[in-house]
């Protein structure tokens, strides 16, 4: 219906604007932007919430709909009484907060000091605790606020799911460690190789440059769906990886929205079909993929023409540098390997939250037990600690598990893609991610919002969905790699 | 209001969409993006004619505002009457009659073939007329579009002020052109550097940067209001002049709308008072200042350190490089002089279409009798001639009249201005516009659309609106130039 295809293309304008604040908005336009997108969540809530969409729902003859008018209709309901079910009120109330809890934050932060934050953390996770008990309508609390994220996800499904994980990540961990380090790259690659290079990337994992584009900004992000998906990327001299394998990763969301069935273009299964499902594609690209050692041995020929020699001596310890395990305390720069431990503590200690178990005041002590049990070394601040992910301030309880459950997701998706593509290695060791592309894109991508997250997963992966692809792909390769 | 004040913030919103898709936007994003204009269009409308606005109105006590708080009040009921009065399908059949005729006009216009484009001029023509009818109550067609951008304005004022312009625009052009022509540019100038003396020029003329950017775009144009104003420019090697005088008049139109009073920001005042008085701020800048004996002795400079000896001898021949007359067909590459004469011909046809009086197939006839009139020779053809502007096609008759009007308000301000500051010339040789900016921004620009454009210029100028101050202008000015 045109109303709701309306609403579509005002949330593509709305995410433009944030892209357009991230990477072309003058510094001294901000105060103004604010009152910019406020008016624009204005017109989308009053939208979202229109009494005119329970009307239509109610007039709305199922038997005559195919399966992606069903989906459509499924996906316009569930907004619907999940936007009908929380006050106005209480709405604007954690609009405001969180908005003051973000400055708080990123003041705390910048001064280490957990107590300046805790507050207002406080706060945020009452106010959000109310709203998860207007949308659980007696349920579980936290099911409420992932079913926000991941639609249809369970937080005790995820904890047995994380609990087998968690064990055997820690083991491999602490086996690695103990063995002697890989050399990483000394010397310093400059700016405009990299970005000649990420464009290279973007372009060998699909990325459609006549629907998108690339520009710098503060954090790697992709925005947009349907034609129009931008991404954005950072160099860091010192570290070339962190650009192209950011690159690698936010091409995999992008794709996702641009190979999205173009009929369903500005309808609610025009998008992907949730945070997890959008982590496994930009995952996949950017590990079981694009960490290979098929990969990694047509990426140092390109790295070796972009930049000549830069101290790596062949593809064997090119493949070492890029998979190389190290200590580090942050979440966004963490390796395969640790990168689920760290988001496996932030699922048990926002869920201790939700449930009232954990205080916000003894956060930050609960933080520091449970990193140095998981990572064998304490916290030594908290901006490396408890105040690293903006998440929290921004009231985003129930978001961190997609990232673990993407990656699981991406473990299966690649135990059967690895099946349908006996000859993967040799095609990645061309550079040639085509067949693997297609793959994903036919069995999954171009579905867009089609069928329940876990559906997907299990239709195109030919199994429901387990940790056990992932930590045997894990333990395959850290193996390998380490001499284990 | 929260109302008013959130569909200001919509307005920007969708303006930073156009500007967009003019600099950032893939191309293959373009029928995504029409969906997305038009369903900001549809909010926008809804809100200007939401029938709350009346309720609104009529309870208001106006003794209680302040002279800001009268204007804004002024200006909404002007727009919701205006709105009101337009019934929901003829807005409609306009929109998409326009849009269809655009595209007719662009292959018309590539093909040199007007017969293509008169038939839906002429449905475009008969659809604004009736827009005009619903909008006039009984009083002139003309008058009524005329009003939509330089609200208080008459056709019959116009018609005779622009009369007195006419023959001494015709006799000075004659005359400059039986002169020896005044030497160019003969070689080309290298894109960075043009870039670079963009950044210079719209620096010396006070664009805030820190609120604005400047990007390039196949035409020039300013875009947004307040603490968001950026402005387009192109580069043409052999014409660095195409460039910077771009610049110089986008800057008038940004600075103008960046210096608006910070406290009217979003609200109906809170933008420049009409495209005329716009149009004198862009041309003050870019003609009476710009393009001066005194500011081109420093641009000189400028061009020198930038691109070294470039063929001309020294300040005086550059000069008259800038200002040099030619003849040609395209109002916007049309020098100071000829510029209005461009002008003039469209309104005069604009008015006897709308009467009646000219039937849109006799159009080009028209044109041409008219062009060959006034510069003494004859269009070779249609995308030279009746083909050669936009606006026709987007059913924008009333606006043309408003360009010669900013010259002419230009020309009354710039007599005033000189008066103020009787150090002017001293001044711009040391390319130092600040007390010329400052009096603009004081007398002029700050007030936004708190008066009535007449009145605003009227007081910033100290005398009533009068064509006087432009003519003696440009005879001074040319008749040094060429030794008349």
Same mark, same amino acid.
């Given at each position: ?34 009152? =910019? ?24 003859? =199922? ?5 992606? @008018? ?30 003051? @809890? ?29 709203? *998860? ?30 609990? *087998? ?66 991404? /954005?990327?950072? /160099? ?22 641009? %190979? ?9 299964? @025009? ?43 062949? =593809? ?10 190290? %200590?580090?305390?942050?979440?966004? =720069? ?17 869920? *201790? ?53 993407? %990656? ?39 579905? @867009? ?36």
């Amino acid at each position: 219906m045109q109303f709701q295809r309306e609403t579509e293309a005002l949330g593509q304008v709305a995410g433009r604007l944030s892209w357009d604040q991230e990477t072309m908005m003058p510094r001294g336009s901000a105060d103004q932007r604010s009152d =910019e997108r406020a008016a624009m969540e204005t017109v989308l809530h009053q939208r979202r919430t229109d009494p005119r969409i329970a009307q239509w729902l109610s007039h709305i003859d =199922e038997s005559e709909l195919d399966e992606a @008018g069903r989906a459509q209709l499924r996906l316009i309901r569930r907004d619907y009484d999940r936007s009908a079910k929380i006050p106005a009120d209480l709405a604007a109330a954690i609009a405001r907060t969180v908005s003051r @809890g973000h400055v708080i934050w990123a003041e705390a932060r910048a001064n280490d000091d957990f107590a300046a934050f805790a507050p207002v953390l406080a706060e945020i996770l009452d106010l959000r605790r109310q709203e *998860a008990q207007a949308l659980a309508g007696g349920g579980d609390l936290y099911d409420a606020l992932l079913d926000s994220y991941e639609p249809g996800a369970k937080g005790a499904d995820l904890d047995a799911m994380f609990g *087998a994980l968690r064990p055997r990540l820690v083991a491999l961990r602490e086996a690695v460690l103990d063995k002697p380090q890989l050399p990483g790259l000394t010397q310093s690659f400059d700016e405009d190789g990299q970005m000649a290079l990420t464009h290279v990337l973007a372009k060998t994992f699909g990325y459609d440059m006549t629907r998108g584009r690339v520009d710098k900004a503060v954090h790697p992000f992709s925005s947009g769906s349907g034609d129009d998906v931008r991404i /954005t990327t950072r /160099t860091v001299p010192l570290d070339p990886f962190n650009c192209l394998y950011s690159t690698i990763h936010e091409v995999g969301h992008a794709t996702y929205e641009q %190979n999205v069935n173009a009929a369903y273009r500005l309808t609610p299964v @025009g998008h992907g079909a949730s945070m997890g499902v959008h982590e496994s594609q930009s995952r996949i690209y950017e590990n079981q993929l694009g960490r290979s050692r098929a990969f990694t041995g047509w990426l140092y020929g390109q790295m070796r023409d972009t930049f000549g020699d830069f101290g790596i001596a062949d =593809e064997d310890a090119f493949y070492g540098a890029v998979n190389r395990v190290k %200590n580090g305390y942050i979440r966004t =720069e963490a390796d395969e390997l640790q990168y689920n431990l760290h988001v496996l503590l932030r699922f048990d200690l926002e869920r *201790a939250l939700v449930s009232g178990d954990l205080a916000p005041a003894d956060l930050e002590s609960a933080w520091n037990d449970r990193f140095a049990a998981d990572f064998g070394f304490a916290v030594d601040k908290a901006s490396n600690g408890v105040l690293q992910d903006v998440h929290w301030s921004a009231g985003l309880f129930g978001y961190f598990p997609t990232y673990t459950l993407g %990656n699981v997701y991406a473990g299966c998706l690649y135990q059967a893609l690895r099946k349908a593509v006996p000859d993967l290695d040799a095609q990645l060791g061309q550079g040639d991610t085509s067949q693997a592309l297609a793959w994903l894109r036919s069995n999954l991508q171009c579905h @867009g919002g089609l069928r329940s997250p876990r559906d997907l997963i299990a239709d195109a992966a030919g199994m429901s969905p387990s940790e056990e692809p992932l930590l045997d792909y894990l333990e395959d390769k850290f193996s390998s790699l380490y001499d284990l």
